[in-house]
C-alpha cells in the first residue's frame, strides 16, 4: 500500500504506541486561561528560586577563562567532579555512606528512570509500582514495554512467588524486573511509607532479588514529623556497604533550587554506576557543564537556607489548603494530610468522575486540579484526584476549594 509521505504512523516502532499524548496534557490546555485557579501543576514556586544567587554563580563562572571553557565544552558523562562530590556527601549524611563513583549525574531525575527503564526491562517483563504512582515514570518505563503489578507493602499480602508467577504468565523469560516507588511525600498522594514498608518492600526485593527504584524527588520538603530512613539507607544500614545494594536512589535539585537547570543524580552500587555511564553517553553525552557548575555553586552556598525557606512556605499552603478542604468539601469527600512535598490526594465518593468534574469546575468554577485515573497503571481511580498547593496564593486556596465544593454535591446526587 501506498503510504502518503506525511503518514507517520505505519513507521514508528512498537514502543511509540505507548507514548500516547497523555489526555491530562490535554485538559490542561484548558488552564491557560488566566482566570482560572489551578491546583493542577506539581511545579515549584519560582518566588522561591534563588534567582539572584543562579545569576551571580553563573557570572563567576563565566568571567573566569579557564572555568567559562570548561562551561562551553564537553563535558565528562559521570558528571561535574565537584557536583558528584557534593553529592555524595549529602548522600552520606542521608545515612548513604559513598563515594563520587557511585554518583551519576542526570538531566533530572527523569533521565534517570528512563535509563533505568533502558538498562533493566525486557519488553513484557513486570515492575511493581504504587497504584497510583508518578505518571512520569509510567510515561518513561512504557517507551519499554513493561507490565505493570501492584506494590502494596501497607496491604497483607506481599507473595513473592504470586508476583514472580504473575509476571512469568507462562513464559519463562519473563521476570519481575523492579519495584518503583516514591516513598517521601509521593506524586501524587503526598503519602509518605512508614519504616515497616520500606522494610517490608526490601523484604519483597530480596525474596525476588529485584532492585528497588527510590525515587527522593520531594525528601528534602519536609514539614513535619521525624524523616524515616532512606530504603537505600535501611539496605546500606544491613550490608555496610553500598555497593552491596540493591537499591537505586534517584535524587534531584529541581524542588529544591531550579528544575528548569535539569540537574539530578543516581546513587547505586559502583558496578551500576559504571554502566549506566555509558547509557549517559549513548543518551546525551554530559549533561550541560554550566548548569552543574550552577547548581554545585548553589549547592555549596545556599542550599541549606532555600530549603528551609521553601519548607515554610510549601508548610504554610498545604495547612491552608487542608483546612479550606476542611471548611468546604462535602461529607464523604476525603483526603490525605501529608507531612511533606508538594500534593494533597482527594478522594470523592465512588459517583463523582473526576474527569468529569474538572470539565465543569474550569468552565462554571474557574478552579483545576489534575483527575486521578492517569496516575493509575490500571486506569481505576476515577473518583479521585490531586490538588498541589505549591503555586496557588492563600487567597486563591480557600477561594478555588470554596468554589469547587458545590458541583461535588451536586455531582454526587445518584443518579435516579
Ligand atoms: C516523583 C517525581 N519524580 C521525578 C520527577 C522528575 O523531576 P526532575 O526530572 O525535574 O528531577 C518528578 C517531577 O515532578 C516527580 O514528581
Given at each position: 500500500?501506498?503510504?502518503?509521505?506525511?503518514?507517520?504512523?505505519?513507521?514508528?516502532?512498537?514502543?511509540?504506541?505507548?507514548?500516547?499524548?497523555?489526555?491530562?496534557?490535554?485538559?490542561?490546555?484548558l488552564?491557560?486561561?488566566?482566570?482560572?485557579?489551578?491546583?493542577?501543576?506539581?511545579?515549584?514556586?519560582?518566588?522561591?528560586?534563588?534567582?539572584?544567587?543562579?545569576?551571580?554563580?553563573?557570572?563567576?563562572?563565566?568571567?573566569?577563562?579557564?572555568?567559562?571553557?570548561?562551561?562551553?565544552?564537553?563535558?565528562?558523562?559521570?558528571?561535574?567532579?565537584?557536583?558528584?562530590?557534593?553529592?555524595?556527601?549529602?548522600?552520606?549524611?542521608?545515612?548513604?555512606?559513598?563515594?563520587?563513583?557511585?554518583?551519576?549525574?542526570?538531566?533530572?531525575?527523569?533521565?534517570?528512570?528512563?535509563?533505568l527503564?533502558?538498562?533493566?526491562?525486557?519488553?513484557?517483563?513486570?515492575?511493581?509500582?504504587?497504584?497510583?504512582?508518578?505518571?512520569?515514570?509510567?510515561?518513561?518505563?512504557?517507551?519499554?514495554?513493561?507490565?505493570?503489578?501492584?506494590?502494596?507493602?501497607?496491604g497483607?499480602?506481599?507473595?513473592?512467588?504470586?508476583?514472580?508467577?504473575?509476571?512469568?504468565?507462562?513464559?519463562?523469560?519473563?521476570?519481575?524486573?523492579?519495584?518503583?516507588?516514591?516513598?517521601?511525600?509521593?506524586n501524587p498522594?503526598?503519602?509518605?511509607?512508614?519504616?515497616?514498608?520500606?522494610?517490608?518492600?526490601?523484604?519483597?526485593?530480596?525474596?525476588?532479588?529485584?532492585?528497588?527504584?527510590?525515587?527522593?524527588?520531594?525528601?528534602?520538603?519536609?514539614?513535619?514529623?521525624?524523616?524515616?530512613?532512606?530504603?537505600?539507607?535501611?539496605?546500606?544500614?544491613?550490608?555496610?556497604?553500598?555497593?552491596?545494594s540493591?537499591?537505586?536512589?534517584?535524587?534531584?535539585?529541581?524542588?529544591?533550587?531550579?528544575?528548569?537547570?535539569?540537574?539530578?543524580?543516581i546513587?547505586?552500587?559502583?558496578?551500576?554506576?559504571?554502566?549506566?555511564?555509558?547509557?549517559?553517553?549513548?543518551?546525551?553525552?554530559?549533561?550541560?557543564?554550566?548548569?552543574?557548575?550552577?547548581?554545585?555553586?548553589?549547592?555549596?552556598?545556599?542550599?541549606?537556607?532555600?530549603?528551609?525557606?521553601?519548607?515554610?512556605?510549601?508548610?504554610?499552603?498545604?495547612d491552608?489548603?487542608?483546612?479550606?478542604?476542611?471548611?468546604?468539601?462535602?461529607?464523604?469527600?476525603?483526603?490525605?494530610?501529608?507531612?511533606?512535598?508538594?500534593?494533597?490526594?482527594?478522594?470523592?465518593?465512588?459517583?463523582?468522575?473526576?474527569?468529569?468534574?474538572?470539565?465543569r469546575?474550569?468552565?462554571?468554577?474557574?478552579?483545576?486540579?489534575?483527575?486521578?485515573?492517569?496516575?493509575?497503571a490500571?486506569?481505576?481511580?476515577?473518583?479521585?484526584?490531586?490538588?498541589?498547593?505549591?503555586?496557588?496564593?492563600?487567597a486563591?486556596?480557600?477561594?478555588?476549594?470554596?468554589?469547587?465544593?458545590?458541583?461535588?454535591?451536586?455531582?454526587?446526587?445518584?443518579?435516579?
Open positions: 500500500m501506498q503510504h502518503h509521505s506525511s503518514d507517520w504512523e505505519p513507521r514508528y516502532a512498537r514502543r511509540a504506541a505507548r507514548m500516547s499524548g497523555s489526555e491530562i496534557r490535554e485538559l490542561l490546555k488552564l491557560e486561561q488566566p482566570d482560572v485557579i489551578s491546583f493542577a501543576g506539581g511545579i515549584p514556586d519560582p518566588a522561591l528560586f534563588p534567582e539572584a544567587e543562579a545569576r551571580a554563580a553563573g557570572a563567576e563562572i563565566m568571567a573566569d577563562p579557564k572555568r567559562a571553557r570548561s562551561a562551553l565544552q564537553y563535558a565528562v558523562s559521570e558528571g561535574d567532579p565537584g557536583l558528584r562530590s557534593w553529592i555524595a556527601a549529602h548522600m552520606t549524611g542521608l545515612g548513604v555512606p559513598c563515594d563520587s563513583d557511585n554518583i551519576l549525574v542526570t538531566s533530572g531525575s527523569q533521565q534517570a528512570l528512563d535509563f527503564g533502558r538498562m533493566l526491562l525486557m519488553p513484557g517483563d513486570t515492575t511493581l509500582v504504587r497504584w497510583p504512582t508518578y505518571l512520569g515514570a509510567l510515561q518513561a518505563f512504557n517507551a519499554y514495554e513493561p507490565r505493570y503489578d501492584r506494590l502494596d507493602p501497607e497483607a499480602n506481599i507473595d513473592a512467588a504470586g508476583y514472580a508467577a504473575a509476571a512469568r504468565d507462562g513464559d519463562p523469560t519473563r521476570a519481575v524486573k523492579f519495584a518503583y516507588t516514591v516513598p517521601d511525600f509521593a498522594t503526598g503519602a509518605t511509607m512508614t519504616l515497616g514498608a520500606r522494610e517490608k518492600t526490601l523484604g519483597l526485593a530480596d525474596a525476588l532479588d529485584i532492585a528497588v527504584i527510590e525515587d527522593a524527588a520531594y525528601t528534602a520538603l519536609r514539614y513535619e514529623g521525624k524523616p524515616v530512613p532512606s530504603i537505600m539507607a535501611i539496605d546500606v544500614a544491613r550490608s555496610g556497604d553500598v555497593n552491596a540493591r537499591v537505586i536512589y534517584c535524587g534531584t535539585f529541581s524542588k529544591t533550587l531550579s528544575p528548569g537547570l535539569r540537574v539530578g543524580w546513587c547505586a552500587s559502583k558496578a551500576l554506576i559504571s554502566r549506566l555511564v555509558l547509557v549517559k553517553q549513548a543518551s546525551d553525552l554530559n549533561s550541560p557543564p554550566l548548569n552543574q557548575m550552577i547548581i554545585h555553586r548553589l549547592a555549596e552556598t545556599v542550599f541549606d537556607a532555600k530549603v528551609e525557606e521553601a519548607r515554610g512556605e510549601y508548610r504554610r499552603r498545604r491552608l489548603m487542608l483546612a479550606a478542604l476542611e471548611r468546604h468539601m462535602p461529607a464523604g469527600v476525603s483526603w490525605t494530610k501529608p507531612e511533606g512535598g508538594l500534593f494533597i490526594w482527594v478522594s470523592f465518593p465512588d459517583s463523582v468522575d473526576t474527569k468529569a468534574l474538572l470539565e469546575s474550569v468552565a462554571e468554577a474557574k478552579v483545576a486540579f489534575v483527575p486521578g485515573r492517569a496516575f493509575h490500571d486506569g481505576s481511580g476515577g473518583n479521585t484526584a490531586r490538588f498541589s498547593f505549591s503555586l496557588a496564593s492563600a486563591q486556596i480557600d477561594t478555588g476549594i470554596m468554589a469547587l465544593a458545590p458541583l461535588i454535591s451536586q455531582d454526587a446526587q445518584p443518579i435516579s
